[in-house]
């Protein structure tokens, strides 16, 4: 059985030119143990569709879709309630900006604590010590220390270590990453890349990696979903998609990167291709 | 070479200000009041049904309309002298209306120009400027217009002056803020570097960039000032009677506070109404001119 | 010939003063680099966040002073500490930044952004002025439809090319490149790229090209120097950068960058399932 499954999923904005759809038809699912990788150009919806199946999207947005399950229950029906314990506690989220996505009035390891007090039933001491337990998880060294340290006294490859640590703490079933290496360093990207792997491995949960960098894709995943203006044009297993990408924009979008260049020139997508090219092969 | 098609039906400048502004219901009502009471100013003379200052000597304390013994030509009523309430609050507001717009315009003018002297080069400068500028935030704001006009002499002219002195710090840190955080951004650096010299940069670059909150800021003081200009009429210290003016009407009036409400009521309510109109009204624009708290 | 740019020994040295609980100390953030770029060539500068590469650019362009050591442009020793730039110099060097949101002026439409360096730095008519305008924005890629909009209407990948042409308005001799295209989209990175190479042929331009991405600074440079805390730890041409890194951080940033070659993706899902296979075997056993 799929942990997440969504079909048909719309997102639509109220704005000042009228309706925006944002996401447009988006149907996946994700198993346990699984690492997908939604693959896409600023505005393919991205994002956008992860946080409308959290419901986690303002008022402006209209959200349907016809199917939305996690683990067997139906997130559509359930009330908001329900639906914030089960965000939060099974299903947990990691953001592109590390330091802003901690409080900065509050020491690392209040925060955490208070991730376990919300979702779990243990005292205090035992919090402290799950903490503890956590941050050693996450690599953080001399964590005991580190527990006492507001966010900006680390360093941004820490603070994404502390939101891992975060997400982690109530043993989700599925972590959604969207864009958690973006602003971070490559050499800290690489070991943000490999402690996710391999706690995803270590825990055999669902990992849903948002990003719209290739590197990161051939890095992580083993099923890829590639969107372009809210639509998903190619699902592939990553090795398929890298060897033999069946959407033309797939291929251009591959095309591009530095490393695949041919002579002096890099191919650019919009020379090659108009949308109705990219959206006729498209699965629905 | 192609390029990326832009995104289709951008809407003008106007259009999506106007979105954002209409979306807040209260500051429409605000801005159809203000209007309103901008037109009866201008058109005073017009609409008014008797002169400001004209007394009619049978008719003292006269109540409105509706009541007992009111006339329908007299529809708020007399004051002690004879005089029509609602044509003395219609040129009333021309005075309170003119007050708003000098006061703003004096201490906009030269709020920006300190703020921006301030904030664009740092240092002593800045120091020694907001140090003043916090002396004069120290002080309550009325007690400091009060000690000016009794400096300057009682009278419309000074009492704006006064009421300008003691709005300008606002505008002379919000305008430190913004150039603030505005010359450190990209657009101002690739200025230097294409050679833009000091005042280019203060006054072409960086201040237009400045402007948002700046406008919303001019509208919370336009009400400030009719406020605080009341306040020194009230306290004998602005208009001078017999002008129409609404703070200087209420302070005629004290005296008939138990025998004639009216007399009083009615000047407060229009401060009451206009204030509350420009403010929601300011409301509405930092909806609409505020980048932060656009929703799209 | 002497080259375009030539950085002898450059460091600068911030201060930082004490308050109350903590003393004053001086922060090195450049420490003591030299490199040269000839004409017509790209010199990338490589490094992480806080290595100082941003710092040493804005020293490149004349925004800031150095602390110590020569910086001479077309071999003319500059030191802006103690003598005013000429227009001469000034238009000789020019930067085109990382966010292409920000380095734009949001006021100001797109044609008043061109002009204002020739307003500036020369004396010409209107007219020609804005003919000038014209042709740069054909040149980069745009239309004259877009002379008198807004930044806000144009897409990331079009404020960079517009950022490019006010950057080239006054015939510099060196543009410098803080990361031009780590803010774009893979098809946008591509296209801006190719353009910055256009360019670069057709005007003989210098590029200092700053950039923490490998695979791109491997597209484009001809030299490579990489920073660390503020120190090049190695610095050579592409080739021998690239092929064989002398130094251990050099090493480590490469072995750090993703890679995207089939044999790497088929490597990792093998070493994966052979993860899996023997987490599950004793288990089985």
Known sequence: ?284 | MSTVTTQTGHPSALAEFWYYFSRNKGAVIGLAVFLLVLFVAVFAPLVAPHGPTEQLRDKLLLPPAWMEGGEASYLLGTDAVGRDILSRLIYGSRFSLFIGLVVVTLSVISGVLIGLVAGYFRGRVDTFIMRIMDIILAFPSLLLALVLVAVLGPGLLNAMIAISLVNQPHFVRLTRAAVMAEKSKDYVVGSRVAGAGTFRLMFLTILPNCLAPLIVQATLAFSAAILDAAALGFLGMGAQPPTPEWGTMLAEAREFIQRAWWVVTFPGLAILVTVLAINLMGDGLRDALDPKLKRS | MTPVLEARDITRDYHVPGSLFKKSRTVHAVKGVSFSVGEGKTLAIVGESGCGKSTLARIVTMIDPATSGDLLIDGRRIDIATEPLTADMRSKVQIVFQNPYGSLNPRRKIGEILTEPLIINAKMRADEREARAMAMLKKVGLEEKHYGRYPHMFSGGQRQRVAIARALMLNPRLLVLDEPVSALDLSVQAQVLNLLADLQSEFQLTYVFISHDLSVVRHIADDVMVMYFGEAVEYGSRDAVFNDPQHSYTRTLFAATPRVDIEAIRARLARKSAAASGASAPAAL
């Open chain 1, 1 to 284: 059985m799929s942990l997440l499954q969504i079909e048909n999923l719309v997102v639509e904005f109220q704005t000042a030119s009228g309706p925006f759809r944002a996401v447009d038809g988006v149907s996946l699912k994700v198993d346990p143990g699984e690492v997908l990788a939604i693959v896409g150009e600023s505005g393919s919806g991205k994002s956008v569709a992860m946080l409308a199946a959290m419901g986690l999207l303002p008022w402006t947005a209209k959200v349907t879709a016809d199917r939305l399950e996690f683990d067997g229950r139906d997130m559509l029906a359930m009330s908001d309630r329900d639906r914030r314990r089960v965000v939060g506690k099974e299903i947990a989220m990691i953001f592109q900006e590390p330091i802003a996505s901690l409080n900065p009035c509050f020491t690392v390891g209040f925060q955490i604590e208070e991730v376990l007090r919300i979702h779990t039933g243990l005292d205090r001491r035992a919090r402290r010590i799950r903490a503890l337990e956590l941050f050693e998880q996450v690599g953080i060294p001399a964590a005991e220390e580190r527990l006492g340290h507001y966010p900006h006294q680390m360093s941004g490859g820490q603070c994404q270590r502390v939101m891992i640590a975060c997400a982690l703490a109530c043993n989700p079933k599925l972590l959604i990453a969207d864009e958690p290496t973006t602003a971070l360093d490559v050499t800290i990207q690489k070991q943000i890349l490999d402690l996710l792997v391999e706690l995803q491995a270590e825990h055999g949960m669902g990992l849903i990696m948002i990003t719209h960098d290739m590197g990161v894709v051939a890095e992580t995943a083993d099923r890829v979903i590639v969107q372009y203006k809210g639509r998903k044009i190619e699902e592939a297993d990553v090795l398929t998609l890298f060897e033999n990408p069946k959407n033309a924009y797939t291929r251009a979008l591959l095309s591009a990167l530095p490393e695949n260049a041919v002579g002096g020139r890099l191919p650019t997508i919009s020379e090659l291709l108009s949308d109705e090219q990219i959206f006729a092969g498209a699965p629905r």
